[in-house]
């Protein structure tokens, strides 16, 4: 205990709020679920009805009483018949505290490794203290949201500490070897299989070596699904797998009543504007992702450096997910959330510059625009609130700040000489020598 007081004595005093913050989260969700009715606001439940439909080879796309309908991969069902074996609320916690674990470290792992430059004491509290709100619903009602991000952050920094063409000397030992892209494609593996959907962001961090990444990616992906085949009958998992077919397709929501509607640009377009055609809004969505990998894929041939690209990439695959998504939801909004903290962060500690005073206002309002629903489910009667389509807005804000940094970084090219600052000089230059002044470490 002593020990941990004077650790906590020597944190930066924004590292001791998110401290704080989290351990209250933790501590407010580990009493709501073992003393609140047994299946009150959570989603586990579902999670655990479809393992034990699975063991029986029962059906998992349909409906169950008391319960919504169970829309993940056959192979999620097969992954919680270990959860089964125990009580419900410690089913529910355990899983809790895996997704939370698995969040935690990735998000410790990117601001360290896995933006353009590692963040100060200051920097670090702060994005861990803005990371909490977009990750309160997915923790309080138990979502596989929290392992999808947390797996996407470890991948993405494996990525970027991988060496550039010319930068080899660069980067730390851990990092060679050809293992290394087995971990990437491994982590990114982990996040597709548990929704599908991330594979955007698996394959735009992929980029950054694409020849190397994407083999171990579509391998794991491959993998993952015939794994399923090794548990159970195999003409149950193919009926099931067609029925997750069946069901994705069905599962439109696009007209729904505005508080149920995915929480997408089409919604905004819906409460704000004109809605346009349908086909024309997934052209546009098709031609977004384009965008994105073009953009990608210039900054990596001009910079050279995965430090700079696979934040970029990272960035633009979470936004896609969220903002122009297939089945966005308010607790979905976790997967934008390390994205939206530290992008306001980086362009706070560019403040004395006009473009970096326009990115960060961009990305603050943005953050402040898409936890303003969560904020307002702490509130009697929040749902209504959900119809005014503000997280899709703030996304969109977010998008903008990232392109205006990736447009930055492609004209002015300065790629390498970051990752030597980042790398190279680590043992060298004092981190705080390094890192550019921020305004939240002017609060010790």
Not at 377 to 405: C, E, R, T, Y
Request: proline share 9%; hydrophobic share 50%.
């Amino acid at each position: 205990m002593r020990h941990l007081i004077q650790t906590l004595v020597r944190l930066h005093p924004l590292q001791r709020v998110a401290v704080f913050i989290w351990f209250a989260l933790l501590i407010g969700v580990t009493g709501r679920v073992l003393f609140a009715p047994l299946r009150s606001h959570t989603v586990v439940p579902i999670y655990l009805t479809a393992a034990e439909r699975w063991q029986r080879s029962e059906p998992l796309y349909v409906e169950v009483p008391r319960l919504d309908v169970y829309r993940n991969p056959p192979g999620i069902a097969a992954a919680f018949i270990p959860l089964t074996w125990l009580p419900e609320r410690l089913a529910g916690l355990l899983w809790r505290v895996l997704g939370v674990t698995l969040f935690l470290v990735g998000l410790g792992r990117m601001v360290r490794d896995g933006l353009p430059r590692p963040l100060t004491p200051g920097e670090t509290g702060a994005v861990f203290s803005l990371a909490v709100i977009p990750a309160i619903p997915s923790i309080s009602n138990g979502q596989t949201n929290m392992i999808i991000i947390g797996a996407l952050l470890l991948g993405a920094t494996a990525a970027a500490r991988l060496p550039g063409p010319s930068q080899t000397r660069a980067v730390p030992p851990p990092t060679r070897g050809r293992w290394t892209f087995a971990i990437i494609g491994s982590w990114l593996t982990i996040a597709t299989a548990v929704k599908v959907y991330p594979a955007a962001v698996g394959l735009l961090i992929g980029l950054v070596n694409r020849y190397r990444v994407y083999p171990w990616f579509f391998a794991g992906c491959a993998v993952c699904f015939a794994f399923p085949y090794l548990l159970q009958n195999p003409g149950y998992v193919s009926d099931e797998y067609e029925n997750f077919a069946v069901h994705v397709v069905a599962d439109d929501r696009t007209w729904a009543a505005l508080t149920r509607a995915p929480q997408d640009l089409f919604l905004a377009f819906r409460v704000w504007a004109a809605p346009p055609m349908v086909e024309i809004y997934l052209l546009a969505k098709l031609l977004a992702a384009a965008g994105m990998a073009g953009l990608v894929g210039l900054a990596l041939r001009q910079t050279r450096n995965p430090r700079e690209v696979v934040p970029l990439g990272f960035h633009l695959g979470c936004i896609w997910v969220t903002v122009l998504g297939p089945a966005t939801e308010i607790p979905t909004y976790v997967l934008l959330g390390p994205t939206a903290a530290s992008v306001a962060v980086l362009a706070a500690a560019d403040r004395r510059t006009l473009g970096g005073r326009i990115r960060f206002g961009l990305a603050g309002l943005g953050y402040g625009l898409m936890i303003l629903p969560i904020v307002r489910d702490m509130l009697p009667n929040g749902k209504p609130f959900h119809a005014l389509a503000l997280p899709p807005i703030g996304g969109a804000l977010v998008l903008m700040s990232v392109i205006w940094s990736g447009a930055r970084m492609i004209w002015a090219g300065t790629g390498s000489h970051t990752l030597h600052i980042a790398s190279a000089d680590r043992d060298e230059t004092s981190t705080e020598e390094r890192r550019p002044p921020c305004p939240t470490d002017h609060a010790a």
